[in-house]
């Protein structure tokens, strides 16, 4: 199927930047959320983001101008659908959020849009349902900073088409990605699994007493070349994130195994979420570097 129109629906971190990938990429997009002023931080931030690209000599300012023209925002979720051959929501990760999002879609979009979630933790089975065209209906999993990371998981629930997989799997690449096919729902589908299998084993060895964890930072990236340790990276994520990711996983597979580590509680709840307090695992100063 061939793309033209993209809509991303949502215009924070992620979307915001989603959407830019694709105007860089060619696409016709619009992104859309429900208030004002995310949308005008969004266009901001996209706008700034370009010139620091033409400031630094990457890109060129008529291929940035280019990118800012095929742009366009909007707080109609009907306008932004009304044209479009692809969505890709981003928005707030609430269950009843998407669905009433994707039963919107369903309703504006042409009846040939395939219609995606960026969702980390909700498989599209539990939206696709809200929609007539659950074959459409995929997970398109970009990872943060959108812009710049190159895998995007993209995960079939038991209902999707082979031609929504191919044509989500070519845009990815379009859009300069090296997407992942995931053939079956799992949590955390496969990359945050394996991030959270280190990340688990690092709590071990921490809580055991076995090393620091500046040190099993330090051995994570010089040992295995991993840019940033996993305290580092819990960090830099937000320890609350981890913390509540764990709780939806748990939540949906009613294993202890899969809730916070006790270490991981104790900050959550003295409200150390790392980066975004100043302190977490290390403690950061103002231009945000770890201070110890
Ligand atoms: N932040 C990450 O690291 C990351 C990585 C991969 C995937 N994701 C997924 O991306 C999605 C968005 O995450 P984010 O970090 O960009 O969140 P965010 O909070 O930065 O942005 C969400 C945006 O959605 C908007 N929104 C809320 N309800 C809406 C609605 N009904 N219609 C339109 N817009 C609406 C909000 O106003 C906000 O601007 C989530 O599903 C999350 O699981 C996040």
């Known amino acids: 199927m061939h793309i ?11 979307g915001s930047q ?5 105007s860089l990429a060619g696409y016709a997009t619009t992104i859309h959320d429900i208030a004002a002023e995310p949308l005008a931080a969004a266009r901001e931030q996209i706008a ?4 620091s690209s033409v400031a630094k000599g990457r890109l060129s300012r008529p291929d940035a101008d280019a990118a800012l023209a ?15 051959d692809l969505v890709i929501e981003a928005a707030t990760e609430r ?10 879609l369903d309703a504006a979009a ?3 849009a395939i219609l995606a979630t960026n969702s980390s933790t909700l498989g599209s089975s539990k939206v696709a349902g809200s929609t007539s065209r659950p074959g459409k209906v ?10 710049v990371m190159k895998c995007v998981e993209v995960v079939r629930h038991p209902g999707t088409s082979q031609e929504t997989v ?15 096919l995931i053939n079956h729902e799992i949590p955390g589908f496969v990359a945050n699994r394996l991030m959270g299998a280190i990340r688990d084993e690092a709590l071990r060895l921490y809580a055991e007493g076995i090393a620091t964890f500046e040190d099993i930072d330090t051995a994570a990236k010089t040992a295995l070349g991993h840019p940033m340790g996993p305290f580092e990276l819990m960090d830099l994520v937000g320890l609350d994130v981890s913390y509540l990711i764990r709780h939806a996983t748990f939540a949906e597979t009613g294993d202890p195994a899969d809730l916070p580590h006790p270490a991981l509680t104790e900050m959550y709840e003295r409200g150390d979420y790392g980066r975004k307090t100043g302190k977490g695992w290390y403690r950061y100063g103002e231009a945000a570097t770890a201070v110890k």
Not at 18 to 22: E, W
Not at 95 to 104: M, N, P, S, T, W
Not at 166 to 180: F, H, I, N, S, Y
């Open 70 to 84: 095929r742009l366009s925002f909007t707080t109609s979720l009907e306008e932004g659908a009304a044209g479009a």
């Open 48 to 51: 700034s983001r370009l010139d």
């Open 95 to 104: 269950l009843d959020v998407k669905r009433a999002i994707f039963a919107a």
């Open 110 to 112: 042409p009846p040939h």
């Open 18 to 22: 989603i959407g830019l990938a694709a």
């Open 166 to 180: 191919d044509t989500v799997m070519e845009l990815a690449r379009r859009l300069g990605k090296a997407p992942v």
């Open 138 to 147: 995929c997970n398109m999993h970009f990872f943060n900073p959108a812009l």
């Open 4 to 14: 033209n129109n993209i809509l991303v629906v949502g215009s924070g971190a992620m």
